[in-house]
């Protein structure tokens, strides 16, 4: 049975031969004992515009038409775990609102009594 001193200096030759940065050099060994014992690395993360468009393109590659992007936009969603927010109830009513600067325009000083 091989010592422990031999296994460590075998993995620090294979490091070194490898011709690995110091980064590298320090992941390999944890890379190697993780195979080892059956360790596999979790998915990368991904944002939800790459969802979107790998969701996107595989719709388009299937011959989706029009409707690709809803089914981007739901498949993304499941994908991320993201609920749809419910849409409020009633009606909205739109204003348009203009600012006012303190300053009284010439109608209003028409309208006004000198003193």
């Known amino acids: ?63 989706g038409g029009e409707e690709c992007v809803q089914e981007a936009y739901q498949t993304a969603q499941q994908a991320k775990g993201i609920t749809p927010k419910a849409l409020p109830k009633g009606t909205v009513i739109v204003r348009e609102v203009k600012e006012t600067t303190g300053e009284k325009t010439p109608a209003q000083t028409a309208g006004e009594k000198s003193p």
């Open 1 to 63: 049975m091989p010592s422990i001193f031999s296994l460590t200096a075998l993995m620090l030759s294979a490091v070194l031969l490898s011709g690995c940065t110091a980064k590298q050099a320090i992941k390999t060994p944890v890379n190697i004992l993780g195979a080892l014992f059956g360790y596999t690395p979790p998915p990368p993360q991904t944002t939800m515009l790459e969802e979107l468009n790998q969701a996107y393109e595989m719709c388009k590659a299937s011959g």
